[in-house]
């Protein structure tokens, strides 16, 4: 009966002159609820018998209540991960909008970040984290002025000092979210370089963890693939010949070496434009 589908909702109750202890056992075993034994009465039995047939519909609402409560609940939880990222879009939104020139930018890199960590054999959720930590890469760009980020010529030292700041600030906001304890990852130290020499803590190598190091090489690509307010767009060409340059000095040569194939197979220039 168990082992069919159509009888094994059944509930089992064994009526036997059998009264060996082990042969109980084996019974309940096997799966039944109840284990009467000859000479029986016959209105205790029929009490016994309408007692297992409640519990068995009480266990079937029970289960029914779950699956619907648990049904409810992932439901709840979906809507929250979808307010989540609805949330995040609308702060790189902003972010971006602080600048004429950058529209569109921490989605940029969110997604070449993502496809990137894809590459190097992310798994799924690793890969929509970082695209997440990919989006508020920049959010410490929203406490510098907007006269510095829309400044229509290079940035003098003091204000190159000032724009400097940005990951600190943004790495400040983030490191607050408990749900997501790297999403400040990317924004402390999407500007670390492979020597050492980058910004704000001049940390190097494997010291700069690696969803920092995939941001890194995702911005650098969009900032010369974009139109800034003091020149326009890169050719690829020139923009691979960068990327190639700075392996092993400004990025890591394992992430980078991903993105030159993808420069190499996007053969009509167009992945600048997602």
């Known amino acids: 009966m168990r082992a069919d589908r159509v009888y094994r909702e059944i509930p089992v109750i064994f009526l036997t002159a059998d009264d060996d202890r082990d042969t ?117 760009k929203i406490g510098i002025p907007g006269e510095i980020i829309n400044k229509a010529s290079r940035l003098n030292d003091e204000e190159y000092t000032i724009i400097k700041e940005h990951p600190v600030i943004g790495s400040n906001i983030l490191k607050n979210i408990s749900e997501m304890q790297d999403i400040g990852v990317g924004a402390r130290w999407h500007h670390e370089r492979y020597d050492g020499k980058g910004y704000p803590d001049r940390i190097g190598g494997e010291d700069i963890p690696e969803v920092a190091r995939i941001i890194g090489v995702a911005d650098a690509y969009d900032a010369m693939t974009s139109k800034r307010s003091y020149r326009d767009i890169m050719p690829q060409a020139a923009v691979r010949a960068e990327i190639e340059r ?29």
Do not use: C, W
């Not at 400004?250 to 991903?258: E, L, R």
């Open 24 to 140: 109980e056992v084996r019974g309940f075993q096997a799966g039944a609820l109840d284990f009467i034994t000859k000479p029986f009465v016959a209105d205790i039995m029929l009490q016994r018998v309408n007692r297992i047939l409640q519990l068995d519909r009480l266990q079937k609402n029970l289960q029914q209540e779950v699956e619907k409560q648990t049904k409810v609940a992932e439901e709840r939880r979906r809507k929250v991960e979808r307010l989540s990222v609805q949330v995040m879009s609308a702060l790189a939104a902003t972010i971006d909008a602080k600048d004429a020139y950058t529209n569109g930018h921490s989605a940029r890199v969110a997604e070449y970040a993502k496809k990137i960590a894809m590459r190097i054999g992310k798994s799924e959720q690793e890969q929509e984290d970082i695209y997440y930590v990919g989006l508020l890469h920049d959010i410490g």
């Open 246 to 274: 700075g392996k092993g000095t400004q990025f890591d040569p394992a992430v980078a070496d991903v993105l030159l194939a993808m420069i190499d197979e996007d053969k009509e220039y167009r992945m600048h434009e997602m």
